[in-house]
């Protein structure tokens, strides 16, 4: 869809006899909302197309500049025609428009004082905009039982108005298959057949595609405020390599909730649940809010003078830095400085560090495609990954993109592509192909052409045959039916898209992917191919890497090494995840000194001898690389409480305390003059901001509170009715409401407009409907280079008859999910998966609970789990795969499955519950303690380091 508003697909279209330059690439509706006039609608929204379900955009569509009578029509529903003349403001279509809601109203239970959408609700809003302002009904309201539909969404059927945006999102849209709508007549129900937790990934979507309450943040509803009390900010999920744009929001020092930040590019309308629930991880139990091994002159409060006085001893002497992929890029690049580039680590294992140069290497010569690339596509490979879990919002574009078919067999008939009823019963069944070879079931099994379940190494052996017969014109027959098919319909597509990624945890799968891509690309130009990495600055990581680079086996090497004059080690946000048991062992015993910089508990925080604790992404400013290498900012939502601050500032003091003499040993107050500070040093660094620093000066700043935050109550009411002094922020961002128009933020913290309270209010600052933002910065990606070491992969364990491969769901994968209450909930029993030959070879039976003793591919080591034995018919002999809570993310080449004894299971059950009972504790304790902390309101006068009060 063209995203220009002069394009040839323009043409003139009179509204209320004025001219305007309307599209014709989308319906009559979206024309109107793209020149923001204000039309009411509910059905409709901007991703799903129309169905016409409400009738509450109608308009007056006159034959011709003499026709005083017209006819009323849905603007949802009707296309865009030269010359053709509307009225929105004819009488006839605002009394339908007003009687349409009058009518939806009619069992509303007009809760707006209590319901968690007032003041952002946009049935408030096209209330309003109808005119509609009196309730006439006087009998009974029908009334609904409402469902629990689990741990994040709340439901509240009586508000529903019947516009059936939810479920055409959820089963439609989103591909979910436990959500639909129930029913009859009057008396129409939108939920699930029985109470449980909703299944998709995308379930809180639902929050924000409802025009009204029904769906709620129940995480947000438990400590509620209103939308204009709270203070927001733009941010990037720290979750996974995909870089979504979130607008995160706090009140009183704690947050509140995470919203979608539209970005055409990336995330669009939509978000996963893993990028808008977990970050309650910041208000945990487990944050690190004191530091340690550092004595203050005065007690509750931190100096530089007191950080300087206990790291003097250390002056001089010899650190090996160790970055994270979920630290900024900024402070990442920081410590590689300070230590220097022989002494640095990544982060990354050695077997991590294989696909990380290959990675790299690739990035150089191609580019990834966006979401809304992806979305284009007409043939998608996925190679050996589960994107629905590692990369959900990913797989989401994915579901999109097989729609194609559909669309270009409904457009041949003349019906375009907006118009979603009607293409959606043209298409059928109809779906572009997908083709899964994997050695796991994943939740796009479903609209697959052909899954290809097998182990990795026939994966492997099928990706060099591909490349061969592609490389000598060979003939396919020695190819199977499923792969000539495969490859015949990747050859045969326009617009071809091949997935790979980390997971699997094999180089040489990595390796026979991005060379199976080098070969393809060169019969098929229009190729596009995106390898995913593991964590949010996984390719920020790769930005930094160069033939000194350490990995962690390395720089424990040389920690255990008496004769090598290695000091200690520092630590960034590094909680040593991929240390196996052994590995943790001979860190615990070295006399070496560890300092960590981090911002929750963990296994290394435990053995560290001095800790800073380090604000998470809601309370600093930095950048993160998503998976494409493009660079994107967050900022703070509100200053953290010392002594907790931004990492790049601890290493600032680190700097000073220990490296004195180093270029960057420098006072710095803002991130800006961080960067300044790096390109004076590097002139290669690629965020310097002083060349645009005249032209931030000249925009007025951005408030982070809604102007509407005049009529909230007193911050500190319980304590005083006067109003306490606003932190001064060094961004371009203010802690108040004093700014800028938001239609001059290229990064918005939150949506709102005249008339358009809800995130529906988005359109106003698009230049079309769906399309670009008009204040949209021009995205900036990383210049990779080349590097002189080869890295040589470690040669695993060869794979037995049986392959045992992990299933790690979205809500378990990385440190800060782990650390969310309500995603440790989500986890029921651990589950094996294997084919009825293997079960019965076995002498085992479906259902039944059985012991695993695991062997890791490439370490060796062992564990053992309890699971409940389940079969999968699509499997084969050799490979078993399993949902197993607390098991590392590796390939195992050994597996040997007995049948559990009464006692190991009733052990494993007793497990379960006591981790349920912590979880749900946990929750409740959390919520308590944010709520005794909003009688106390810390107020910080400056946003900066330590001695800023």
């Given amino acids: 869809m063209s995203d220009d508003n002069n394009t040839p697909n323009t043409v003139t279209v009179y509204i209320d006899d004025q001219p305007y330059q309307v599209s014709t690439d989308d319906n009559l509706l979206a024309g109107v909302l793209s020149q923001k006039l204000n039309l009411p609608y509910f059905c409709w929204h901007p991703s799903m197309g129309s169905v016409g379900a409400c009738r509450q955009c109608a308009v007056t569509q006159y034959q011709d500049e003499n026709d005083q009578r017209g006819r009323l029509v849905m603007a949802c529903t009707t296309p865009v025609t030269d010359g053709m003349r509307i009225s929105l403001k004819d009488s006839q279509s605002e009394t339908f428009r007003e009687q ?256 990380a140069e290959q990675h790299q290497q690739f990035l150089k010569h191609h580019k990834a495609p966006s979401l809304a690339e992806i979305e284009q596509s007409d043939f998608v490979l996925i190679i050996d990954e589960d994107i629905t879990q590692i990369a959900p919002r990913i797989a989401l574009s994915v579901r999109q993109a097989l729609r194609n078919a559909s669309i270009e067999q409904a457009e041949k008939l003349g019906v375009p592509s907006w118009q979603d009823s009607a293409v959606r019963t043209i298409g059928g069944n109809t779906l572009s192909p997908l083709y899964l070879l994997q050695s796991k079931a994943t939740k796009l099994d479903d609209v697959a052409e052909a899954v290809i379940l097998q182990k990795t190494q026939d994966t492997i052996e099928l990706l060099h045959l591909f490349t061969t017969l592609l490389q000598n014109n060979h003939e396919l027959s020695k190819l199977s039916d499923d792969n000539v098919s495969l490859l015949n319909k990747l050859l045969a597509a326009k617009k071809p898209l091949i997935v790979g990624g980390w997971s699997h945890q094999s180089s040489a799968l990595f390796s026979a992917t991005i060379e199976f891509i080098a070969v393809l690309s060169k019969a098929k130009h229009t190729l596009r191919a995106c390898l995913l990495p593991p964590e949010a600055n996984s390719i920020g990581q790769l930005a930094l890497m160069d033939e000194n680079s350490l990995s962690i086996e390395q720089v ?4 255990m090494d008496t004769e090598d004059e290695i000091d200690g080690l520092i630590l960034l946000e590094n909680d040593f995840a991929v240390l196996n048991d052994a590995q943790l062992n001979c860190l615990k015993e070295t006399d070496k000194t560890i300092i960590c910089l981090d911002h929750s508990d963990n296994q290394i925080t435990a053995l560290a001898d001095i800790i800073f604790p380090a604000a998470p992404i809601t309370e600093s400013d930095g950048h993160l690389v998503n998976y494409q290498g493009q660079i994107q900012a967050f900022y703070q939502v509100h200053p953290s409480v010392l002594p907790v601050q931004e990492s790049w500032r601890w290493l600032s003091l680190i700097a000073k305390a220990i490296y004195p003499k180093h270029a960057l040993a420098q006072e710095v107050d803002s991130l800006a003059e961080l960067h300044q500070l790096f390109f004076q040093q590097d002139a290669n660094w690629p965020l310097n901001t002083a060349a645009n620093a005249n032209d931030a000066k000249a925009i007025k700043a951005i408030a982070r509170e809604p102007h509407r935050a005049s009529g909230r109550t007193a911050k500190m009411a319980n304590i005083s009715v006067h109003e306490a002094k606003v932190s001064q922020s060094t961004d371009n961002y203010r802690f108040s409401m004093e700014g800028g128009d938001l239609n001059h933020a290229t990064e918005m913290p939150f949506t709102w407009s005249p008339g358009w309270n809800s995130n529906q209010s988005i359109h106003q600052f698009q230049r079309k409907v769906a399309g670009q933002l008009t204040h949209q910065a021009n995205a900036q990606f990383i210049d990779f280079t080349d590097i002189k070491r080869v890295i040589e992969p470690r040669t695993p ?92 993310d590796r390939i195992y080449s050994e597996v040997s499955v007995s049948i559990a004894s009464a006692q190991q299971v009733e052990s494993y059950q007793n497990r379960c519950q006591q981790l349920r009972q912590k979880a749900n504790q946990d929750k409740a304790l959390i919520l308590e303690k944010l709520k005794v902390q909003d009688a106390y309101i810390p107020i910080r006068l400056v946003s900066g380091g330590l001695d800023n009060a």
């Fill in 797 to 888: 364990l060869s794979e037995h008859q049986q392959c045992f491969y992990p299933q790690i769901p979205w809500h378990r994968s990385g440190l800060q999910s782990s650390l969310n209450p309500e995603f440790a909930l989500l986890h029921q029993v651990n589950k094996v998966f294997m084919s009825s030959t293997e079960i019965a070879k076995r002498q085992l039976m479906e259902n039944h609970w059985v012991s695993l003793e695991l062997t890791a591919a490439c370490t060796g080591e062992k564990r053992q789990y309890i699971a409940q034995l389940l079969l999968d018919e699509k499997l084969t002999g050799d490979l078993i795969y399993g949902d197993i809570d607390q098991l590392p």
């Fill in 100 to 355: 349409v809601i009058s009518a939806m109203m009619t069992n509303h239970p007009h809760d707006c004082p209590v319901c968690a959408e007032g003041g952002e609700c946009h049935l408030q809003d096209m209330t309003v905009m109808t005119g509609h302002s009196t309730r006439e009904y006087k009998g009974d309201k029908r009334t609904f039982v409402n469902q629990n539909l689990g741990e994040f969404v709340g439901h509240e059927m009586n508000r529903c108005i019947t516009c059936y945006r939810c479920v055409r999102y959820y089963k439609d849209y989103a591909g979910g298959t436990d959500f639909g709508v129930y029913g009859t007549s009057n008396k129409v129900c939108f939920g699930r057949q029985e109470e449980g937790q909703l299944e998709s990934e995308f379930s809180g979507n639902l929050i924000e595609v409802c025009p009204t309450g029904v769906f709620t943040n129940k995480l947000f509803s438990a400590h509620y405020t209103r939308k204009w009390d709270l203070q927001s900010a733009p941010s990037i999920c720290s979750f996974c390599s995909v870089g979504c744009n979130t607008s995160v929001g706090e009140r009183y020092g704690s947050v509140r909730r995470v919203m979608n930040r539209y970005n055409y590019d990336i995330n669009g309308y939509f978000l996963c649940d893993k990028g808008r629930f977990g970050i309650g991880f910041v208000n945990g139990l487990t944050r690190i809010r004191k530091t340690k091994g550092i004595s203050p002159q005065f007690p509750n409060k931190l100096s530089r003078l007191d950080v300087s006085k206990a790291l003097v001893h250390f002056k001089g002497k010899h650190f090996i830095g160790v970055g994270s992929a979920r630290a900024s890029f900024e402070a990442n690049y920081y410590l590689q400085q300070l230590v220097g580039k022989k002494q640095f680590s990544l982060g990354y294992s050695h077997n991590e560090m294989v696909f």
């Fill in 556 to 559: 424990l090497y040389k920690v």
